[in-house]
């Protein structure tokens, strides 16, 4: 088994086998903690091999960087079967989020675990922006000011 795409991005689709991606990012910038970053997707494609017919677990989890579970770890299945004599097949899986909130600035990470193996890791770099006159923040997501 192999993971060909695992990314965090705005949006993200599977239609018809083709994984559509949106927005991939690794920074979130916020002016005021804690933050809710309002909407966002896992985007998930891995490529198995004939003889990896059946059934697979999948686990997510959020972490902080003292390893702390941010939300509840997303457990579930992916049935892998073959049609005629193709040698490989790839699994899609989208997960949405909605309101994920970060209680400070810091580092985080995407874990992925395949039957119970690490497979992946994906940063998630949370950064108070501290903005002024003529300036921009760098790169990533900002909400807006709240009114």
């Known amino acids: ?3 060909e795409v695992f990314a965090l991005c705005d949006a993200a ?3 018809g086998g083709k994984l559509n991606l949106l927005g991939a990012f690794d920074r979130i910038n916020g002016r ?3 933050l809710v970053h309002p909407h966002c997707a896992i985007a998930l494609r891995v490529r198995f091999d004939r003889i990896e017919e059946g059934n697979h677990r999948v686990k997510i989890s959020l972490i902080d960087a003292d390893g702390k579970s941010i939300i509840p770890g997303i457990d579930g299945n992916i049935g892998i079967k ?3 004599d193709v040698q490989s097949v790839c699994a899609n899986m989208v997960l949405n989020m909605n309101g994920l909130k970060f209680e400070a600035p ?3 990470s995407i874990e992925l675990a395949l039957d119970g193996r690490h497979e992946k890791s ?3 770099n949370v950064v ?3 903005t002024g006159p003529g300036t921009q923040p760098p ?3 900002e909400p807006p000011p709240a009114t």
């Open 106 to 108: 810091g580092q985080y």
């Open 122 to 124: 994906l940063p998630i």
């Open 82 to 84: 073959f049609p005629g």
């Open 128 to 130: 108070e922006a501290t």
């Open 139 to 141: 790169g990533g997501f």
């Open 32 to 34: 005021k903690f804690p």
């Open 13 to 15: 689709t599977d239609s």
């Open 1 to 3: 088994m192999e993971v």
